[in-house]
């Protein structure tokens, strides 16, 4: 695994905006009616997983940074919660629902095998290099 520059090049990073961009187009096009507090909410772990990821890579540590993915990965999970009482409201489609969801599933893998990664590897991170 080649070593990340920015977070922009993390590819759960990547995946979790695009999802979060699918997301806000659902509650900008009316889905969620006036639920505003499952739009709050559905809102907030779609753009948590991203948001966490960016987070824990400025942090400059594996060990922070395995942290804030793992609330990354959990808001993959709550986000999947979030989809269950849209659809069960009658806010999404069947279609939208599956989508969404998977690409959740889909990201929170991404996340663990980053994490795996990190966990193995012998790097600590940027704030851990010695000074030159």
């Known amino acids: 695994m080649a070593t990340f520059k920015s977070f922009e090049e993390i590819t759960s990073w990547q995946e979790a905006r695009l999802l979060n961009e699918k997301v806000g187009k659902l509650i900008d096009e009316g889905k969620f009616k006036t639920n505003y507090r499952l739009i709050n909410q559905i809102e907030g772990s779609a753009g948590s997983i ?42 999404i489609t069947q279609k939208e629902f599956e989508e969404l969801s998977e690409q959740a599933k889909k990201i929170s893998s991404i996340i663990q095998k980053l994490i795996n990664y990190l966990n193995q590897s012998e790097m600590k991170g940027i704030k851990y290099k010695p000074k030159e």
């Open 50 to 91: 991203m948001d966490n990821i960016a987070e824990g890579f400025e942090r400059g540590g594996n060990k922070e940074f395995i942290q804030f993915l793992f609330i990354a990965k959990g808001s993959c999970g709550e986000l999947r919660s979030q989809l269950y009482r849209a659809i069960d409201r009658n806010y």
